[in-house]
């Protein structure tokens, strides 16, 4: 009799998981984010968009549709106005990686002034944010200062760029940094 109860009980919370919006939400974040690292956009947006629809406030699926499916895409306002939700939503906490995105945004908006701000407060929240080193660098190559762009790629380096995002920063180094 005990037995059966608990296999009720098991059953009648997995069911409950099932339909929960919010557990239905982050099933939509996972696999949004891996169809976003596969290449497939159109199914990412689709999925992040039901994450978001089950849980409006859901600061990571914001960001990450900003990150792989507007800022891809060239759509620069959805992009900020997706990191935007993002950093409102998350209030201040654990919120470096969208302030990073947001000024990555900002510079290409031609926005520098804006994109240093972001970037600045980024890295005085999380000094080992290695992709905002490269959005840094980004920056200070755009307004032609190849000394601090050089100087925040050898940081990016230093915080591990190439073991979570590629070659992209040792090769730009290796093109102008001398």
């Excluded at 549709?65 to 409102?88: H, T, V």
Aim: with cysteine; proline share 2%.
């Amino acid at each position: 009799m005990m037995k059966k109860r608990i296999l009720i009980a098991i059953l009648a919370l997995s069911i409950w998981a099932c339909t929960d919006p919010v557990q239905k939400a982050i099933q939509y974040y996972q696999t949004g984010t891996e169809k976003a690292q596969k290449g497939d956009t159109a199914g990412a947006r689709a999925d992040f968009n039901k994450a978001i629809e089950l849980n409006p406030n859901y600061a990571e699926a914001y960001h990450n549709r900003a990150f792989y499916c507007e800022l891809p895409a060239g759509d620069l306002q959805g992009a900020l106005n997706d990191f935007n939700k993002s950093l409102e939503l998350l209030k201040g906490e654990n919120d470096a990686y969208s302030l990073s995105m947001r000024g990555f945004t900002f510079h290409l908006m031609g926005k520098n002034a804006e994109a240093l701000a972001d970037i600045n407060a980024s890295l005085s929240k999380d000094s080992n944010n290695a992709y905002a080193y490269r959005n840094l660098a980004l920056v200070f190559l755009s307004m032609g200062d190849t000394a601090a762009a050089c100087k925040s790629l050898n940081k990016a380096l230093e915080k591990g760029f190439e073991k979570d995002f590629g070659t992209e920063v040792s090769e730009l180094t290796v093109k102008i940094c001398k």
